[in-house]
C-alpha cells in the first residue's frame, strides 16, 4: 500500500520512528521511481544517469525551494570536490528529460547568482510498509523476466527441460529478491563524509581512539598516505620522497603504531612509525618486499606479528603471509590456490588471530576463506557466483560484510555460511572497500564518480575526438566496419548495458540486463549483426538488433584473448594444465574445439592479414598463413596479456600496443618505418583499432572520498 503526499521538504517516518523513503514522485505527468532511475510519461519510459537521477530526487525533496550550488554538491554530489560545469551538465540533462525550457522553465527555473528552483508540482508515494515495497520489486521483476522470457521465446526455441530450468530459476530469482532486496530496520542510510580532497581516496583506517584517519590519497599519478585529524581536519603527509608510492597503512590496537607500505618503480618496502597526535617517529624497516610488488600490512593483535601480502614481481599473483618482527621469521600461510590476482584481500578478525580472505577459484566465483593463522588451518566459508570483492568481518566477528552485487549501493552482512542477507547500509551512491570503524557501530567505505568518456584519434589528421560523454563510466568502445556503429559498455542507465553509436555521437541503449554483470572486453562479429562479450568467466552473444543474449554453452571459467574469426566462429583462449590453449566455438553446433596444441592465442581481424597469432613460446604469426614475424621494437613479450585482453593489435603497417606507466596507459604504435611512437595516454587496458582510428578511453574527471555510516 501507498500514501500520496503533497508539500514541500517530505520526511516521513512511521510510527517507531524509521524514516521511509518514497519510492514514487508524482511530477506532473511524469512518474519518476527513484530506486529504479526511470522517468515514465504515458507508456514511454526514459533511463536517467545516475547523478540525474539523483538531483530529480533530491529537487523532489526539496519543491519550491531556491537550491544553491553548494548544497547541491553537498548533499547530491556528496560534498566531492566538482565544477560549475560538471553541476550544469547534469542540470541540463534534466531539463532535458523533461523538454525543459530554461527561458520559459515548467520544472526548473534558475536564480542567477542564487542557485535553481523546482517549480513543477510534486507528490510522493510512500511505501508503508516493508512488504509492500518488496512485493513491488518482486513484481517488477517478474514482469522484467517475463518480457525476458517472451523476447527469448521468440528468438531462441526452448525445449521442454529449459522450459523446467527456467522455472527453476524464476522461483529462485523471487526468492533472491525475498530475501536481499529489501533493508531490514536496522539499516543505516546516514553518511559522514571524512574526506573532501581534489584527488582519489582509498584504503581508510580509522585510529582506536577514532580522533584520526590514515588514507591513500591518489592525485597527479602519485599515491599519498595521509593522517587526518577528525576533530579539527588538521593533517601530514607520511612521504618518502617525490618517486614513492605510500600506503596503504594500518593502526596497531592502542594507535601508537602505523605500518605502511612504501614502493617505487625497483623497490617495495614495509615500515613501522610511532605515533602521537600528528607527530610521527623516523621510520623503521620491517621488510623489503620484491620490485614490482604492491600489497597491504595489518597487525596481527600484537605490536610484532603481522600479515601482508607479496608477489614475486610485477604482474604474478599475491600470496598471503605472516611476518614476526621480534624473531624476523616470515612464514606462508595456507590459503586458497591462486587464481587470477592470488590472494591480495583479507581482513584481519576484530578479535581473533583469523584472517578472512577474498579469492577467485577457477570458475571466477569469489570464495570467503576463514585463516586460524596460530592454526594455519584454512577453511572456505561460501562461494558467490558476482562480480564481488573484499569481504570484511562484521563488528562481531560472527558475519561477513560484503558491497552488493555490481554496482554496489550496499553493505550487506552474511552468516558464516553465506545466507541470512542483511542489508546494514543502502544510499544513492556507489560504493566499494567497506571496513569497520573503530567505534564498533559503523563502517567506512570509498564512494566517488568517475567520468571517462570515449574518444576516436583519427589516423592522418591525430585529431582526438569526443565521440561518448554521458557524465558516467563509458568504455569498452569496439567499431563495426559492416554496421559502421560503435558498441560500447556504459553505466548511464544505473548498470551495466551495451549501447552503440554512430560516428555523430546518436546513442542508443541496446540491451537491459538491469544485473550485476560486467564486461571485460566487446567485439563485433564480422557482419555487424552480433556483439561478443566477455563476462567475469562467461561469454555472451548479443543481437545487435533487439539487444538479447545467449550464454555460450563452455561453463564457467577463466577465459582470455577473445575475438571473432567469422560470423559462427568465436575464439578464445581457456587454461589447459599450466598453459595457455586456444580454443573455438561454433555457433552453429555450439561446439567447443581446441586448436592445434602450439597455439596459445589469438586475435581475429576483419582483414585476416591483421589477425595475430602467438604460440606457446611466446613467438609471433601473422595473417592466414601464420608468417612468422618478430614482435615491435621495445615491445616486451611479458607484455602481451594486460589482464584479459591481448594487448597487441594489428592495422595494414601499424602495430599498435599499451603500457602502464605512472598511473596511465601509454599506447605506443609502430609504423611501416619501423619507428616506435608514443600516439595516446589513455586511462584504460582497452582500446580498438580501425580504419577509422583508434578508439580509446580518457576519464574527464575522477574523485572519491571516504565516508562513514552514521548510526547514531
Not at 17 to 45: M, T
Not at 429 to 457: A, C, E, K, M, T
Not at 687 to 705: I, M, P, R
Request: proline share 4%; hydrophobic share 35%; aromatic share 10%.
Amino acid at each position: 500500500m501507498t500514501k500520496s503526499l503533497e508539500g514541500a521538504n517530505f520526511a516521513v517516518y512511521s510510527i517507531d520512528g524509521e524514516l521511509q523513503q518514497p519510492v514514487r514522485w508524482q511530477i506532473e505527468q511524469y512518474l519518476f521511481c527513484d530506486k529504479q532511475q526511470h522517468l515514465q510519461v504515458d507508456d514511454e519510459q526514459h533511463q536517467l544517469e545516475p547523478m540525474v537521477a539523483e538531483l530529480l530526487k533530491y529537487f523532489c525533496e526539496h519543491p519550491e525551494q531556491i537550491v544553491s550550488r553548494d548544497q547541491l554538491i553537498e548533499h547530491v554530489w556528496m560534498g566531492r570536490v566538482v565544477s560549475d560545469n560538471a553541476v550544469n551538465r547534469v542540470v541540463t540533462k534534466l531539463r532535458k528529460a523533461f523538454d525543459d525550457d530554461a527561458k520559459k522553465p515548467r520544472f526548473i527555473a534558475t536564480f542567477p547568482k542564487k542557485g535553481y528552483k523546482f517549480i513543477a508540482s510534486v507528490k510522493a508515494e510512500v511505501v508503508e510498509s516493508t512488504k509492500t515495497l518488496e512485493q513491488e520489486i518482486v513484481n517488477d521483476e517478474k514482469q522484467k523476466s517475463d518480457v525476458d522470457n517472451q523476447k527469448a521465446l521468440v528468438s531462441f526455441p526452448i525445449t521442454l527441460i529449459s522450459a523446467f530450468v527456467l522455472v527453476t530459476l524464476s522461483v529462485l530469482l523471487y526468492w533472491s529478491v525475498q530475501s536481499r532486496s529489501v533493508a531490514p530496520q536496522n539499516t543505516i542510510r546516514q553518511v559522514q563524509a571524512l574526506t573532501r580532497e581534489a584527488g582519489r581516496e582509498s584504503a581508510p583506517r580509522v585510529s582506536p581512539n577514532q580522533k584520526y584517519l590514515a588514507y591513500s590519497e591518489r592525485k597527479n599519478q602519485k599515491m599519498s598516505l595521509w593522517i587526518k585529524s577528525l576533530e579539527n581536519q588538521e593533517r601530514v603527509e607520511i612521504n618518502h620522497g617525490p618517486e614513492a608510492w605510500v600506503g596503504p597503512a594500518s593502526w596497531n590496537e592502542d594507535g601508537s603504531l602505523i605500518a605502511y607500505l612504501v614502493t617505487t618503480s625497483d623497490s617495495c618496502k614495509y615500515f613501522l612509525r610511532q605515533f602521537d597526535k600528528l607527530k610521527l617517529s623516523e621510520p623503521e624497516l620491517i621488510y623489503e618486499c620484491p620490485a614490482g610488488s604492491y600489497g597491504k600490512i595489518e597487525f596481527l593483535h600484537s605490536n610484532s606479528r603481522f600479515v601482508f601480502t607479496e608477489a614475486p614481481g610485477p604482474d604474478t599473483p599475491y600470496s598471503l603471509y605472516e611476518l614476526n618482527t621480534q624473531t624476523g621469521q616470515k612464514r606462508r600461510l595456507a590459503q586458497p590456490d591462486l587464481v587470477l590476482g592470488g590472494n591480495s584481500q583479507f581482513d584481519v578478525h576484530p578479535t581473533d588471530n583469523k584472517i578472512l580472505i577474498s579469492s577467485p577459484d577457477e570458475k571466477q566465483w569469489e570464495g570467503f576463506y576463514s585463516l586460524d593463522v596460530d592454526a594455519d588451518e584454512l577453511s572456505l566459508l561460501f562461494e558467490q557466483d558476482a562480480y564481488i570483492c573484499c569481504g570484511i568481518w562484521d563488528h562481531s566477528g560472527t558475519r561477513v560484510v560484503l558491497m552488493g552485487e555490481h554496482p554496489a549501493f550496499e553493505l550487506v552482512s552474511y552468516d558464516q555460511n553465506g545466507n541470512d542477507a542483511r542489508v546494514i547500509y543502502s544510499g544513492m551512491h556507489q560504493l566499494r572497500s567497506p571496513h569497520r570503524h573503530s567505534n564498533g557501530n559503523d563502517y567506512l567505505f570509498v564512494s566517488g564518480h568517475v567520468n571517462q568518456n570515449i574518444h576516436y584519434w583519427k589516423h592522418g589528421t591525430h585529431e582526438p575526438i569526443v565521440l561518448i560523454n554521458n557524465s558516467v563510466d563509458d568504455r569498452l568502445a569496439t567499431y563495426s566496419k559492416a554496421s559502421g556503429q560503435v558498441a560500447y559498455i556504459s553505466l548511464a542507465s544505473g548498470s551495466e548495458e551495451v549501447w552503440v553509436s554512430d560516428l555523430n555521437g546518436n546513442q542508443k541503449k541496446l540491451t537491459s540486463f538491469n544485473d550485476s554483470r560486467h564486461y571485460f572486453d566487446l567485439h563485433w562479429l564480422p557482419d555487424g549483426s552480433k556483439i561478443v562479450g566477455l563476462t567475469l568467466n562467461e561469454i555472451h552473444l548479443i543481437d545487435a538488433q533487439q539487444g538479447i543474449y545467449i550464454k555460450l554453452e563452455i561453463g564457467q571459467k577463466e577465459i582470455r584473448g577473445l575475438s571473432a574469426k567469422d560470423i559462427n566462429t568465436i575464439a578464445f583462449s581457456l587454461k589447459v594444465g599450466d598453459q595457455w590453449q586456444l580454443h573455438f566455438y561454433d555457433l552453429k553446433t555450439n561446439k567447443l574445439s581446441v586448436a592445434d596444441q602450439q597455439w596459445q592465442y589469438v586475435r581475429f581481424a576483419e582483414d585476416p592479414q591483421n589477425s595475430l597469432w602467438v604460440d606457446q613460446d611466446n613467438k609471433l604469426y601473422v595473417g592466414n598463413d601464420r608468417k612468422p614475424t618478430p614482435f615491435p621494437k621495445s615491445y616486451d613479450s611479458d607484455e602481451l596479456m594486460l589482464g584479459k585482453l591481448l594487448n597487441l593489435q594489428k592495422l595494414g603497417s601499424r602495430y599498435a600496443w599499451q603500457r602502464f606507466n605512472d598511473g596511465k596507459y601509454q599506447l605506443f604504435e609502430q609504423a611501416s618505418g619501423g619507428e616506435v611512437e608514443l600516439r595516446l595516454t589513455t586511462d584504460s587496458r582497452h582500446f580498438h583499432l580501425s580504419e577509422l582510428g583508434y578508439l580509446y578511453q580518457e576519464v574527464e574527471t575522477a574523485n572519491a572520498d571516504i565516508y562513514s555510516t552514521s548510526s547514531n
